[in-house]
């Protein structure tokens, strides 16, 4: 329990950060074990909502992998990945879709709406917010990637007070669905938002400098710094693409992303009102 003193010293610590920060977009990714603990998955929509109120503006963006495989297990469909991304044929996409825009989607919706928010459950098809394109070359593998993204949606709903919670599927000019990584879609509506902040909720601390010791966090590095870290094969595995999208988003006019813990109860607040924070930023 704080003492009063305490309490005191952690809301005098906030309030620069709110002041700098209020009326400014942060866009979150959410996936990983954040959502499938209940318990963690409450704070952070709690999170949200409290960011919402002292007048941050939180567009909210999500995948589902866990919950994908759970349903596909269910059907017999054998998930099979290549260079660490789904693929997808026609049948796994309708699943992907059913899950995402459905389920994930609506329940993320439901719960900040309980929670007396203002949430709206989108998918990159609404208002042609995200236009895809075939990642891959086979006939048979709807995987996307961006070809353009259109915030207008985006604008209109914050305008009104509105969140956006948004699932990482998106559809082509002529309407074909596909899948895209949710790292992306959060990169890339971060980046035409220009976006204060991109926040990765993830499953480990942050940018390691030894993947074994957690004490090891690096808190602040440029590019420089990632491209020496990536040559030294710190950076590696599925970091990489994390880093990456960063790394694009900041050079797109977003003015700090961030890799954090998502296991942390309150790891949005720590990373955003506080000075240390508690994972790793990219400047």
């Known amino acids: 329990m704080l003492s009063d003193f305490q309490r005191v010293q952690v809301l005098s610590e906030a309030l620069p950060f709110i002041q700098k920060f209020s009326g ?3 866009v979150i990714k959410y996936g990983g074990s954040a959502m499938q ?5 409450n704070k952070v929509i709690e999170d949200i909502l409290f960011l919402s109120h002292i007048g941050l503006k939180p567009v909210l963006i999500h995948g589902g992998g866990p919950t994908i495989n759970h349903w596909l297990n269910k059907l017999n469909i054998t998930s099979q990945f290549r260079q660490g991304i789904r ?5 796994t996409m309708e699943i992907v879709e059913m899950v995402l825009v459905g389920k994930v989607n609506q329940e993320l919706v439901a719960l900040m709406n309980k929670k007396k928010g203002k949430a709206i459950g989108l998918s990159g098809k609404d208002a042609q917010l995200i236009i895809a394109t075939r990642f891959f070359d086979q006939g048979d593998n709807f995987v996307g990637k961006i070809s353009h993204v259109n915030i207008d949606i985006i604008d209109v ?5 509105y969140i956006p919670i ?3 599927v998106a559809g082509s000019q002529d309407g074909q669905a596909y899948n895209i990584n949710a790292d992306t879609v959060a990169g890339a509506v971060a980046a035409e938002l220009k976006a204060e902040k991109l926040i990765l909720l993830t499953d480990t601390p942050g940018i390691l400098s030894n993947i074994n010791n957690a004490s090891s966090l690096i808190r602040s590095l440029d590019s420089s710094r990632v491209s020496s870290l990536k040559e030294k094969n710190i950076i590696s595995g599925g970091m990489i693409p994390k880093v990456d999208c960063c790394m694009q988003a ?3 006019g977003v003015k700090s992303a961030h890799i954090i ?3 942390i109860e309150h790891a949005l607040l720590l990373e955003i009102l506080t000075n240390d924070g508690i994972g790793s930023m990219l400047i």
């Open 261 to 263: 813990d998502g296991r």
């Open 24 to 26: 400014k977009t942060i």
């Open 87 to 91: 693929v997808t044929d026609s049948t």
């Open 37 to 41: 603990n209940q318990v963690l998955k």
């Open 166 to 168: 948004i699932a990482s």
């Open 250 to 252: 900041l050079q797109d």
């Open 157 to 161: 709903l914050a305008q009104q007070g």
